[in-house]
């Protein structure tokens, strides 16, 4: 028997005399040879792009910086591509759509709307929150009585300093449940340069429920923590 493999495939793709020609559907086809731009020919694209398309390059180096991070933090507990797995696209790219519009050269400018986690575990209805210095306060009641929602459904916090809108976080661990309908935890309070931040500096907090096991979780709800702040959401 013949070994498929051992022979040489043949080209379908050569140049000659600056003319490059393929074969397409067992049709040769011919077109002009593309000649690599030299160093010189980059720099001066380079010097000829407009502040439109220098904005957008920057808007997407920060949008992927961002994103990295995020997936980074959430680390085995990232639920994107657990969710897109019976879609047509990764969890990347599903990340990426839905939080590319909230974001500018700076990092995130729609915090509102920017999304940590995505599943089809229901939220609880969220009734107060409160902040005292770092330590962040938040209840809640289970009101939702589908069969999918478990007691054992883990918490996890997404959050944002302000100052920092290009550096998601997570607690990964809070060491609350579903079943519990409350929760505590104290942030860091520092920034990356481990100099302490201002306590007035608002906090952008993203609550989401997670199966032990990563099968499901919730969509991430959004609140705006100031400090001192103790009132029903």
């Known amino acids: 028997m013949e070994d498929l493999e051992s022979g040489k495939k043949p080209r379908n793709k050569y140049s000659i005399n600056g003319e490059t020609r393929y074969l397409k559907n067992g049709v040769e086809c011919r077109c002009a040879s593309k000649r690599p731009r030299s160093a010189q020919e980059k720099?001066?694209?380079?010097?000829?792009?407009?502040?439109?398309?220098?904005?957008?390059?920057?808007?997407?180096?920060?949008?992927?910086?961002?994103?990295?991070?995020?997936?980074?933090?959430?680390?085995?507990w990232e639920t994107w591509n657990s969710f897109a797995r019976k879609l047509t696209i990764t969890g990347w790219?599903?990340?990426?759509?839905?939080?590319?519009s909230c974001c500018d050269v700076n990092g995130v400018r729609n915090f509102r709307a920017f999304v940590f986690s995505l599943g089809w575990l229901a939220n609880p209805l969220y009734?107060?929150?409160?902040?005292?210095?770092?330590?962040?306060?938040?209840?809640?009641?289970?009101?939702?009585?589908?069969?999918?929602?478990?007691?054992?459904?883990?918490?996890m916090i997404g959050y944002f300093y302000h100052s920092y809108a290009n550096a998601p976080q997570v607690?990964?661990?809070?060491?609350?449940?579903?079943?519990?309908?409350?929760?505590?935890?104290?942030?860091?309070g520092k920034?990356?340069?481990?100099?302490?931040?201002?306590?007035?500096e608002v906090v952008h907090i993203y609550p989401f429920f997670t199966r032990p096991d990563r099968?499901?979780?919730?969509?991430?709800?959004?609140?705006?923590a100031r400090e001192g702040m103790d009132e029903e959401v």
């Open 43 to 76: 720099a001066e694209a380079k010097e000829r792009e407009t502040d439109e398309h220098k904005e957008q390059e920057a808007l997407f180096t920060t949008v992927v910086f961002t994103l990295k991070a995020l997936f980074r933090q959430l680390g085995e």
């Open 93 to 100: 790219i599903l990340c990426n759509k839905l939080n590319n």
């Open 127 to 155: 009734t107060r929150l409160s902040r005292q210095g770092w330590t962040v306060m938040l209840e809640w009641e289970d009101r939702c009585h589908r069969r999918a929602n478990r007691g054992t459904d883990r918490l």
């Open 171 to 188: 607690i990964v661990d809070t060491g609350a449940t579903r079943a519990d309908g409350r929760v505590e935890f104290t942030l860091p």
């Open 191 to 200: 920034g990356f340069d481990g100099e302490a931040l201002p306590g007035d």
């Open 215 to 224: 099968s499901d979780s919730s969509r991430s709800l959004y609140f705006r």
